[in-house]
């Protein structure tokens, strides 16, 4: 688990699926999130669902990014988020995910329709950086005023 403070506005929790081992993209939404000013807590890969949960309750993010590449995602995220929003405690706690969700290779709406059903704030495809940076901004805007 590496934590780094910035003078960031917006507490980050970044964290790969429990099936996923992989660490660049990990490394670089870390990079990329305190680029833009704020702290950031990286879980790392495979981080079982308890895991990230009992991070939440104790660090309470503003936001908590879900990163894979494995193609496992989908269901390893829907483990997570029902994780997740069975605390009531994390209810109102800001969760994205994205990555190669699927190994399909297709980009496949009912899968992010199923995972914003579940309890999702937003999913991200493949190279959907700029949409993700503007849903950070905002957040972050959001926790200075």
């Known amino acids: 688990m590496n934590s780094t403070h910035a003078s960031g506005d917006l ?13 660049w993209n990990l490394v670089f939404l870390q990079l ?7 702290t ?3 879980l790392g890969p495979c981080s079982p ?7 939440c ?13 494995n193609g496992h995602g989908f269901n390893d995220g829907l483990h997570l988020i029902k994780a997740l929003r069975a605390r009531p405690e994390l209810a109102r706690t ?5 990555g190669k969700l699927s190994t ?18 937003a999913v991200f495809e493949n190279g959907e950086l ?13 926790a200075v005023s």
């Open 94 to 98: 800001k969760v994205v995910i994205g």
């Open 57 to 69: 309750l104790d660090r309470r993010p503003g936001l908590v990014v879900v990163s894979s590449v």
């Open 11 to 23: 507490s980050v929790l970044v964290t790969g699926t429990s099936s996923d081992a992989h660490t």
């Open 40 to 42: 950031v807590t990286n």
């Open 104 to 121: 399909d290779g297709l980009r496949n709406v009912g899968c992010a329709r199923q995972l914003t059903s579940e309890g999702y704030d």
């Open 130 to 142: 700029g949409r993700f940076r503007a849903l950070v901004s905002g957040l972050g805007a959001r």
């Open 49 to 55: 669902d308890e895991l990230v949960v009992r991070e």
């Open 32 to 38: 990329m999130l305190e680029e833009m000013g704020h």
